[in-house]
């Protein structure tokens, strides 16, 4: 139920909200599942943090190498090409 719910919020509701419902609710799923959110709208603060609670290091050291690019063109090549 929380993993529909958080769904929900991501996409009814802003990103915050979902943060703090996950916060609410914590679970590695949920907390991913923000993380990738969080990623395809390129908040990378979010992403950060979620990726930190779900304990994911490969995905920290991909939002810092997203930090590092200049150009939201090619930051959103970069998470397509994660999500594939």
């Not at 769904?7 to 509701?13: C, E, G, K, P, S």
């Amino acid at each position: 139920k929380s993993l529909r719910d958080t769904r929900d919020i991501l996409t009814n509701v802003n990103i915050k909200e979902g943060y703090q419902f996950v916060e609410d609710n914590p679970h590695p799923r949920l907390w991913r599942i923000l993380a990738e959110h969080a990623l395809e709208q390129l908040n990378f603060t979010i992403a950060d943090k979620a990726f930190v609670r779900c304990q994911d290091y490969q995905g920290i050291q991909f939002v810092k190498r997203l930090r590092l690019l200049d150009d939201k063109v090619k930051q959103k090549a970069e998470v397509a090409a994660y999500f594939k």
